[in-house]
């Protein structure tokens, strides 16, 4: 099982991104997914997810401005980040939970995390 992020980038602030992340390989299911970020010298924080049937969380810095999605068929979320500010700027990381099948047909908990993309805002 791995997870695959793609977008992120440079941008001015006020402007906009998204970034998208899919999980594939023998996944049972997927309980959880969201997205995480780590500027320089600081900690990873939780930016976004999205639990069971859609309940969101969004840490308070990021309401109003971001939103985060999930396609449950395609095992995939987007978060759409608008109104950029210089303080978004870190590596965004996707993270993925639940549960996947091991090689003897078993079920197995899963925590996957993605590899990392960069969000640079410019002032």
């Known amino acids: 099982v791995q997870l695959v992020e793609s977008g992120g980038g440079l941008v001015q602030a006020g402007g906009s991104l998204r970034l998208s992340c899919a999980a594939s390989g023998s996944i049972f299911s997927i309980n959880s997914m969201g997205w995480y970020r780590q500027a320089p010298g600081k900690e990873r924080e939780l930016v976004a997810n999205i639990v069971g049937e859609g309940t969101t969380n969004y840490r308070d810095s990021v309401k109003g401005r971001f939103t985060i999605s999930r396609d449950n068929a395609k095992n995939t979320a987007t978060l759409q980040m608008n109104n950029l500010k210089p303080e978004d700027t870190a590596v965004y990381y996707c993270?993925?939970?639940?549960?996947?099948?091991?090689?003897?047909?078993?079920?197995?908990?899963?925590?996957?995390w993605g590899k990392g993309t960069l969000v640079t805002v410019s002032s």
């Open positions: 993270n993925a939970a639940g549960g996947y099948y091991t090689d003897s047909g078993s079920i197995s908990g899963m925590d996957l």
